[in-house]
């Protein structure tokens, strides 16, 4: 392990001391640190960040005496030093404070998410990763999904609210007797046409969320995906989603978790930066919802924006 730098005495090394910690994300990566040692691609995954910012901060961290780390085979792991004296009040400080951050809680779900799989991919057997690999290669990744929409009941009506391009529209059209798919953008609406026009069971309108064009207690089940950060009012179209539900009807949403990546909310336009679990329970419940629930989709190692939230209720 690399030895801890002295205890700041003098004021420049005091500074530096203070100017180590003064960045957002230098302190997420600390108190992920913290428990246990990670590799630079552990903490990227976990926080959401490019390597190359990554390894900047951490060759920071290092040269203030916050982090050591150690080479193990071509990786380099590293940890938390240990604090003492003016350090370790510092951090006591610094971690009370950050305690309630909700990207805190985002980067510590994301790093159990890739433990969980690099451990997981110890334990498998050759011939069980050679398979999945096979199968893949010559099945493609979908073939699950198709397995899983077979599940739907045969006679439910179902509409996709937000339906952009028609995929999915196109997808759930082989599974249920009716689907509807709801968007305002001409462009995508034309795509989705495209997408649906063999199919008989599938039909594309053109609507406002917050004020759907469609019938009361119409569908047996509504999706609403990646569509809430892009509105001005996301209360009110699952208030509007729950209203063209029957009885028993269930609503799905996914959509993104709050965050705080300013540069991913400008470049994709959005009205919103994500979601927290408190408020998405409460529009729910609002909208006359019951067993509403939001959980965590788990990451996906290739996906390069904010984590993902499932949020689901009962008519």
């Not at 190359?52 to 193990?72: D, M, N």
């Not at 909310?265 to 009205?271: A, C, E, V």
Request: charge should be positive; proline fraction near 4%; glycine fraction near 8%.
């Amino acid at each position: 392990m690399k030895q801890l730098s002295p205890d700041p005495q003098s004021p420049p090394a005091f500074v530096r001391t203070l100017g180590g910690v003064a960045d957002t994300a230098r302190i997420r990566l600390l108190r992920l640190m913290a428990a246990r040692e990670l590799g630079v691609s552990d903490l990227c995954e976990a926080v959401q960040l490019p390597q190359s910012t990554v390894s900047r901060h951490l060759k920071i961290l290092s040269e203030e005496g916050w982090v050591a780390h150690r080479r193990e085979g071509t990786s380099h792991l590293y940890k938390m030093e240990l604090q003492s004296g003016v350090r370790a009040g510092l951090w006591e400080a610094i971690r009370g404070a950050s305690e309630e951050w909700k990207e805190v809680a985002q980067d510590t779900k994301r790093l159990e998410s890739a433990l969980r799989r690099r451990t997981g991919r110890h334990f498998i057997a050759g011939s069980a990763a050679e398979w999945q690999s096979m199968r893949e290669e010559a099945y493609g990744r979908l073939f699950p999904l198709e397995a899983a929409l077979g599940l739907l009941p045969r006679e439910w009506h179902v509409a996709d609210l937000g339906c952009a391009s028609g995929l999915l529209v196109a997808n759930l059209a082989r599974h249920v007797r009716k689907v509807v798919g709801v968007d305002h953008d001409a462009d995508m609406l034309k795509a989705a046409e495209a997408h649906c026009k063999d199919l008989k069971n599938a039909e594309i309108v053109q609507g406002d969320l917050r004020h759907l064009p469609l019938k009361d207690a119409q569908f047996d089940a509504a999706l609403m995906i990646l569509v809430l950060a892009w509105i001005e009012d996301p209360a009110k179209a699952l208030a509007e989603a729950a209203r063209v539900l029957k009885p028993g009807g269930k609503l799905v949403v996914v959509d993104i978790q709050h965050h705080d990546r300013t540069d991913f909310y400008r470049s994709m336009r959005q009205r919103h930066m994500g979601f927290d679990e408190k408020t998405m329970l409460g529009w729910l419940k609002k909208a006359g919802l019951s067993d509403a629930k939001v959980q965590a989709v788990p990451h996906d190692p290739e996906a390069k924006g904010p984590a993902l939230f499932l949020a689901a209720g009962m008519k």
